[in-house]
């Protein structure tokens, strides 16, 4: 929480934004508190879903991105 007064990074309340700090729960990916606290640590199958997930979601935006430069070459 920036301001420190519990009501998120937007006002919105607690929980409500990307997970990059303490608090987290490990949605930031391992980026928020490094001495461990609020982070979760995966199963290799939860993992590996999260990453094919990723991996997925990077391919759609290569292919849009691929797209808009082919119409730009015009």
Request: positive net charge.
């Amino acid at each position: 929480m920036p301001r420190f007064d519990g009501r998120g990074p937007q006002g919105f309340g607690p929980g409500t934004g990307r997970g990059m700090g303490p608090c987290g729960a490990g949605r930031g990916y391992g980026m928020g508190d490094a001495r461990g606290s609020g982070r979760r640590f995966y199963t290799k199958k939860e993992e590996k879903g999260m990453l094919t997930e990723e991996v997925e979601a990077l391919e759609e935006e290569m292919k849009a991105i691929k797209e808009r430069l082919s119409e730009l070459k015009d």
